[in-house]
Structure formats: C-alpha cells, structure tokens
C-alpha cells in the first residue's frame, strides 16, 4: 500500500480521529470539510456515564498536564481499563480495557486501541470505543517531539507533524523520534543523521548505530572479527575511536554510560566523554544513583563522579 495522505475520519457527528488511509489528497480535505461542518453544528457533550460503572474509589487519576487532561485507570474483575478525563472530570476517552493511553501532549492524546495506534485531539468532545474501531489508525506511532512525531505504515516508517499532516515525503527501512532536532534513520541500507526538516545531516558508514543519550549515538564496526564501539556526535562527528569492547545502556538519572576496554570497566558521560576511569575489573550499572564496582578484589559503592560512598 502506499500512503496518499494523512486523514482526519468523521465518524457520525463525533470529533475528528487522526489515523491513514489510502484516500485521495482531494477526498481527505472533502473528509476534513466535513468533519468541520459536522462538529460546529452538532456540538459534542460529555459524559461520565461509563466512569459510573466503576467505584469512584478504584480510579485512579494521574497528574493533568498544562490543558487539564489527565489519564485515568482502574481494574475490574482481573481486567485492566485506560482513559482520559479533561479538566473538569469529564470522561473524554472512555475507561476501556481495549485501549492504552500512550502520551497526552497538550490537547492532543496517542493512545493504542487493541493493535493499532491513533492521534486524539481532546478538546473536540468525548469519543467512544466505536469511533475508535472505525478508523484504520497507524501500525505504531510515537509522541510528538520537535514538532514531529514518527508513524509506521506497512513497515515504511516517516514523521507527521503538529497537524498530522506528512512532514515531507521520504520513508525510512527504520527511524528513531526527533530529539534536539536530530533523529536517526535508516535509508538505502544506510544510517543517516535526520533534521526536522528532512534534510540528511550525515551518513554514518558504520556496521551498527544505536540510540544512546540525547547527545550522541553508539556506533560498532567488525574489526578483526570483533566488534568495536565508539560514539558519534548529533552532527554525525566521531567523539571517541572504535575502542569499546562492550557498553552499556544511557542512565538518565546519573547521566552515565558503562563501557568496558581491555578487561577494565569505567563511565562516559552524556556526551560520551570518559568521566570515570577505566579501571574496575568489574562495574555493574548505576542503580538509584550509585554503582557497585570491584577494584584490586575490594567491592564498594561509587556515585556518578566515581567517589567512593557508603553502603
């Protein structure tokens, strides 16, 4: 299949859910249209008739963000419900045990409904689990982040923007979400560094590239039928030469990455710049904010600047 557009699907006089189709460009802004007409005169009411077959006591409330929206859960007879309130209390994705409420970015929801995934915006009205069975929804999606948020269609990755609308027009055999305006991607068998713009920033003639920290990528090359880790900047810039024998994942907490060279363990830091020593002959990773490591057969506790701490 190939994707023509980006659709807004009116089901009814409900509000407008944001999923694909294989519909014209003309046909989806007819859709859109629509949709428009249909919401100014038909306004939506919201209910909490679905809330009411649930012990108020049992719903649990998470913190609402800027726009008062708010995910709700709660389980029932062993079986597990997701939705969304908005700011006065009001039901707005119902309770379900058939959806996951994935991210709620302003006015805007990504929830997963059973194997697909779909863009809600909140602030048009309340929607039922019919409305979200009608639309065909994306393989898988992920949040908005810099402005653009990454879609899978039939394995053909590609990033849609604020308005769901495609972002520009190439797809990627695999892709990574934006952060600080960088993403990684894969095209023609080949990692690329991506702007939000489209724009290929750099190739990355590596065997393998892996997300790290917001700052930087691992990259692995087969050297002497070994593999060997180094790190590139977000501009594609090697930081450090292939030297790693192994390292480990990004610590967001301490800001910390584990690597090992020559039989020795020590710490990169976020933009991979050695910060603790190789030297332990063995480093487990950093757990709530320390690491127990072993030095010349003595096993302590450090803290992310490599000082040694108290049990």
Same mark, same amino acid.
């Given at each position: 299949m190939i994707l023509r557009s980006i659709i807004a699907t009116v089901v009814m006089s409900t509000p407008l859910l944001l999923g694909c189709s294989e519909e014209s460009k003309f046909q989806a802004s007819? $859709?859109?249209?629509? @949709?428009?007409? +249909?919401?100014?005169?038909?306004?939506?009411?919201?209910?909490?008739?679905?809330?009411?077959?649930?012990?108020?006591?049992?719903?649990?409330?998470?913190?609402?963000?800027?726009?008062g929206f708010a995910k709700i859960s709660t389980r029932?007879?062993?079986?597990?419900?997701?939705?969304?309130?908005?700011?006065?209390?009001?039901?707005?994705?119902?309770?379900?045990?058939?959806?996951?409420? $994935?991210?709620?970015? @302003?006015?805007? +929801?990504?929830?997963?409904?059973?194997?697909?995934?779909?863009?809600?915006p909140l602030d048009a009205g309340s929607y039922s689990e019919g409305d979200f069975a009608s639309v065909v929804g994306f393989q898988y999606a992920q949040p908005h982040r810099c402005g653009?948020?990454?879609?899978?269609v039939n394995d053909s990755w590609f990033y849609i923007n604020s308005e769901c609308q495609r972002a520009f027009e190439a797809s990627?055999?695999?892709?990574?979400?934006?952060?600080q305006n960088r993403a990684l991607v894969m095209l023609d068998d080949k990692y690329r560094i991506l702007e939000t713009d489209g724009n290929i920033v750099a190739e990355l003639n590596y065997?393998?590239?892996?997300?790290?920290s917001d700052w930087c990528w691992q990259v692995i090359n087969k050297k002497n039928g070994k593999y060997k880790s180094g790190f590139v900047d977000l501009d594609g810039n090697q930081i450090t030469d292939l030297i790693f024998d192994n390292v480990g994942y990004y610590d967001p907490e301490v800001k910390r990455i584990r690597v090992y060279m020559d039989e020795r363990f020590g710490f990169v830091d976020e933009r991979a710049k050695l910060v603790?020593?190789?030297?332990?002959?063995?480093?487990?990773?950093?757990?709530?904010?320390?690491?127990?490591?072993?030095?010349?057969?003595?096993?302590?506790?450090i803290d992310p600047s490599g000082n040694e701490v108290p049990e």
């Open positions: 007819a $859709n859109n249209d629509q @949709g428009k007409n +249909a919401r100014r005169s038909e306004p939506l009411q919201t209910s909490n008739a679905n809330m009411q077959s649930f012990a108020p006591s049992t719903i649990r409330t998470e913190p609402r963000n800027e726009r029932k007879d062993e079986v597990y419900y997701e939705g969304i309130v908005d700011a006065q209390g009001d039901e707005v994705v119902p309770l379900s045990s058939r959806l996951l409420v $994935n991210d709620i970015t @302003g006015a805007l +929801a990504l929830i997963q409904f059973e194997r697909k995934f779909l863009f809600v653009l948020a990454l879609v899978c990627f055999q695999f892709a990574e979400s934006f952060h065997d393998q590239v892996s997300p790290q603790i020593p190789l030297k332990y002959e063995y480093a487990r990773p950093f757990d709530r904010g320390t690491a127990r490591v072993t030095l010349d057969g003595r096993t302590f506790l």
